[in-house]
């Protein structure tokens, strides 16, 4: 027979290659990047949507008040909910916000003792807050004022992903880090019944 008219036991080249680089640890570093990559796009647009409260009103951010306020054009005072500050935020907030228009959304539109309106600011069309994106980079940590339990879990879950990744204000290894006082923070707010 010749060598062609029977099916060789012996695999071909393409096939100890294609062998080879399925399990080489470059293959799988790949592998495991795109995977990454993937929870990564599908969890943002996952956590983007549970905070998307009645729209309280669009503006232009004119100034940075404080790390946690913004005033707008046309006069009215912002303060971010769902945030705590950290040293970070103030130039964080002015470098993601100002002259930026943006959307508030929030269930209650009702001013605050100073006269300041709390709200999730949304930049443009954008799905995703700016208080998610300063707690994503690391820029601020989350607070217990937010009612809406899937909108906490949301930002929790950006945090979360800050201080994994030691981004911002988690790279200092002063930042507290321990999970058993942000739980019991977090239920003494009502937020984790």
Same mark, same amino acid.
């Given at each position: 027979m010749t060598e062609y008219g029977e099916a060789s036991s012996r695999p071909t080249t393409? &096939?100890?290659?294609?062998?080879?680089?399925? *399990?080489?640890?470059?293959?799988? *570093?790949? @592998? $495991?990047?795109?995977? %990454?990559?993937?929870?990564?796009?599908? #969890?943002? #647009?996952?956590?983007?949507?549970?905070?998307? $409260? &009645? #729209?309280? +009103?669009? +503006?232009? %951010?004119?100034?940075?008040?404080?790390? @946690?306020?913004? @005033?707008?054009?046309?006069?009215? &005072?912002? @303060?971010? *909910? +769902?945030?705590?500050?950290?040293?970070?935020?103030?130039?964080?907030?002015? #470098?993601?916000?100002t002259g930026r228009d943006v959307t508030l959304r929030s269930p209650d539109d009702t001013p605050d003792r100073y006269g300041r309106q709390g709200a999730l600011v949304f930049i443009g069309e954008s799905d995703s807050s700016a208080q998610a994106t300063l707690l994503a980079r690391g820029d601020a940590m989350v607070s217990a004022e937010i009612v809406d339990k899937d909108c906490a879990a949301a930002l929790m879950a950006s945090e979360a992903a800050a201080r994994r990744q030691k981004m911002g204000s988690w790279a200092d290894p002063s930042a507290i880090k321990t999970r058993k006082v942000r739980t019991i923070f977090w239920r003494r707010s009502g937020a984790l019944r």
């Open positions: 393409h &096939e100890l290659w294609l062998a080879r680089n399925a *399990t080489s640890p470059g293959h799988v *570093t790949q @592998r $495991f990047h795109f995977i %990454v990559a993937c929870l990564l796009v599908a #969890s943002n #647009s996952a956590l983007a949507t549970p905070c998307q $409260f &009645e #729209s309280q +009103g669009e +503006g232009r %951010v004119a100034a940075i008040i404080d790390a @946690r306020s913004v @005033r707008l054009d046309d006069g009215r &005072e912002i @303060r971010l *909910t +769902g945030i705590e500050p950290t040293a970070t935020t103030k130039q964080a907030l002015a #470098s993601l916000l």
